[in-house]
């Protein structure tokens, strides 16, 4: 993925305004709220809470996922709020990814001093 992919920058910039204005140590709860508020001033369009359903050779399970938003209908952005991060995000959002077969995703940690920041790429078989 290029470094400067315009949709993915102005979401890691929103986060950064975020973690710079409120710091480490709220619940995750707060970061999203106060996210979604930046996205809305930064006019980057989202849809938070979203159920992402899951197929299984061609039907659906009634187990879904819920990713904290999405970002332009094609980035999905998973939010934490840990001291930090560690592998097992890092598969939740991979399987996000699956499960949308969206291309990109951000996994946003607040809980560490600095904003953690982990892009993802995802490329079906």
Do not use: W
């Amino acid at each position: 993925m290029d470094e400067r992919d315009p949709q993915t920058h102005a979401i890691i910039g929103a986060a950064m305004e975020v973690h710079t204005e409120m710091g480490a140590g709220f619940l995750e709860s707060v970061y999203q709220e106060a996210l979604a508020r930046e996205f809305t001033l930064r006019g980057i369009p989202f849809a938070e809470q979203l159920e992402l359903r899951i197929n299984y050779k061609g039907e659906r399970l009634n187990t879904f996922y819920r990713a904290d938003f999405i970002c332009y209908g094609e980035v999905v952005v998973e939010l934490k709020a840990l001291k930090a991060l560690s592998g097992v995000e890092e598969s939740i959002l991979l399987n996000y990814l699956k499960a949308t077969s969206m291309a990109r995703g951000l996994l946003l940690n607040f809980g560490a001093p600095r904003l953690e920041v982990k892009r993802m790429v995802f490329t079906p078989r």
